[in-house]
């Protein structure tokens, strides 16, 4: 990990864990959880979001406004709204993705679940979503969220990492191993 991206995720983790110590002790979780998810959504949707958080040109105050006045259109939570105005004053909006990825995590090991990042080369169905879950999760013994990402180059299969462990079973890889063994023969 570079020494910046290693910056960023230790502000991130430091004020992911503020959140989530005062929001448990506030029985907050479901919440918090929302909240998370529309941060997640407007991150990934909204590029004039993602350029208000990490561009130098907006002044901290510029920032707090805009910030204060997407967090109540968004419904997010005092906790998570007074953090974001915080941020904005430090002039530390800029770890905002690592952030919503440190919460996903704690709530994630709070509630016992794991999350799967599931790579396919088609979008799974909600059955097929669900069936995937309900599998790894009598592999691995604790609930399995998935997180599905669409490739269309691995041509059939799916590629599915659950914290260190990666099962890969796309056409892709066997096309690629088939083609490994053909030039060692020859």
């Not at 110590?21 to 998370?36: F, H, P, R, S, T």
């Not at 998810?37 to 561009?55: P, V």
């Not at 059955?127 to 009598?138: D, G, V, Y």
């Amino acid at each position: 990990m570079s020494e910046p991206a290693s910056i960023s995720s230790g502000i991130a983790a430091r004020y992911a864990t503020a959140v989530f110590d005062i929001v448990k002790g506030d029985n907050g979780l479901d919440a918090l959880e929302q909240d998370v998810d529309a941060l997640d959504a407007a991150l990934k949707e909204s590029a004039d979001f993602r350029d208000l958080i990490g561009s130098p040109i907006y002044s901290r105050e510029d920032q707090g406004k805009a910030i204060a006045a997407l967090s109540d259109k968004m419904g997010l939570s005092g906790t998570v709204k007074n953090t974001l105005g915080l941020m904005a004053t430090k002039r530390r909006l800029f770890v905002l993705p690592q952030l919503v990825s440190e919460l996903r995590a704690k709530i994630a090991e709070h509630k016992g679940e794991v999350t799967a990042d599931v790579v396919s080369a088609k979008a799974l169905t909600k059955t097929q979503s669900e069936k995937l879950s309900k599998t790894l999760a009598a592999s691995i013994g604790k609930d399995v969220k998935i997180n599905a990402t669409v490739d269309e180059s691995l041509i059939g299969g799916l590629v599915v990492k659950v914290g260190s462990r990666m099962i890969d079973t796309s056409i892709r890889s066997k096309l690629d191993s088939l083609q490994n063994v053909m030039k060692e023969v020859g």
